[in-house]
């Protein structure tokens, strides 16, 4: 059975960071493209980002080049962290491990999700 837990969430003012955290089991994580998805209030959930089993990443429009998505496979955890954040980009953010790298970008997952953490950014 797979388990996904986020972590690192909180509440940050505009401009400042947070890292979170998604760790995996039950799956091999190594051979697995991660990605890093958000959801706000009254949205869609959204991709963020995701990572290859090989290091090659995606980021959406709206995150590039504020934040940086890697994984460590020898921890089973994939990291997002997230730079000069903005009140927009608050939202509960959820991993997903076990989908296809190509799936993510693609729009699609076949993965599982964890419960997700809460992100709040103050104006």
């Known amino acids: 059975q797979v388990h996904v837990v986020e972590s690192g969430g909180g509440l940050v003012q505009a401009g400042g960071s947070l890292r979170l955290s998604c760790a995996a089991s039950g799956i091999h994580f190594g051979a697995n493209a991660m990605g890093w998805y958000r959801q706000a209030p009254g949205r869609q959930r959204e991709l963020v980002a995701a990572?290859?089993?090989?290091?090659?990443?995606y980021y959406s429009d709206a995150v590039k080049g504020r934040i940086t998505i890697s994984r460590d496979d020898a921890k089973n955890t994939a990291y997002l962290q997230m730079n000069n954040l903005k009140p927009e980009d608050s939202a509960v953010y959820y991993c997903?491990?076990?989908?296809?790298?190509?799936?993510?970008?693609?729009?699609?997952?076949?993965?599982?999700w964890g419960q997700g953490t809460q992100v709040t950014v103050s104006s």
């Open positions: 997903n491990a076990g989908s296809r790298y190509s799936e993510l970008v693609d729009g699609e997952h076949s993965g599982s």
């Open positions: 990572i290859s089993s090989g290091g090659m990443t």
